[in-house]
């Protein structure tokens, strides 16, 4: 999808948002794959939870202490920020607004109150997209295959995504995670449609205007 | 992108318009070719225009006289219509509600006057792309590789580009056709990503309603 070139643009904040178990992480490491070479990152989250086995600081989170996380939140530095699950979870500004001022888009890998946050702050620049589950059935079976949540957090995480997926609404688009390369294939046909939004290809005036005046020439 | 099954959905009017010459024509038959085993349709106009020894009524146009055309506009038979180049364009309204009622999409190929009655009548129910030529002098070459158009009309054309360019900001989405093969791809995944918009899958409600019921039944 990168061989027309396109109008000068400003990139857009790709969210994504589901409950836990639904698909979401893998359907955005298949979408950062597929779309890195178009200058697609993942916004990468600050966070005070503790870190998994399995994660790697600055490139899963940002990991960082309650104290550090409320300074930088008092000072204005968290595009948006949640607290879920006793833990806080942030997004930090600076990387995200130099990235969509260069016309690359970020992807966003958050909950509804994130996303409700940057709605609020940034409406022009956000695209959001909801995964559903096909099932409640599925949601839990995939949840209990995470060998490291244990009981309670397993419980904890259907008691949210019952929240969560009541936000559904909110989002411009919604895909039901039926199969995982098809998702994928929706997620990305969002991102490219979103990129020929009129509103969005900044440069497009300039260019009309010189068509059109070069028309004129001809006639 | 049919192998996930959606909610029900009402279907949406694909609106593509552009200057005569800069691929319109030709990226309407890609898309329609490539997305008819999903449901995709092309509005037939109707116009008192004289068929072209290219064209075979009722698959091109359904050619009318202008007796029989204001007889129609009159009953309100029309979805939309227009005056372009001293002749009568409209579409029929009966089979466009019928594919929409039944979740299949309808694309059309108007210019920015049917567009906008369209996008007056029912905003909800559209989307809307403006294909641009990457330049003027390609816009006049194509007008004039086309054999069957005398001197005068391509000079009528190319200042009645002007008038329809003009009009791009008023659509969703832009599309600089440099390239066939990529502009067909865009046009697809405009269609493609307007099927998740969230608003348009009308069963969306009840099947999330259900998944919510059965998250608390297991809690």
Redesign the interface.
Known sequence: ?S?????ARRGLMLVLSSPSGAGKTTISRAVLEAERANGLSLSISATTRAKRPSEMAGVHYHFMSEREFLKKQKAGDFLEWAEVHGNYYATPREEVEQALSEGRDVLFDIDWQGASQIRKAAPEDMVS??I??P???S??ERLERRAEDDGATI?RR??N??TE??H??E?????????L???V??V???L???R???KR?TG??A??A???A??????
């Open positions: 999808m061989g027309n070139q396109t109008a997209v909801f559903l589950p099932d409640a059935t949601l839990r419980k259907l008691t995504a019952r997926i009541a559904w609404g989002y411009d688009h919604v895909i039901v995670n039926h199969d390369e098809v998702s294939k929706e990305l046909a969002i490219h449609a979103s020929t939004s009129a290809q497009l005036a260019d009309v010189k068509i059109i070069d028309l004129e020439a001809m006639e």
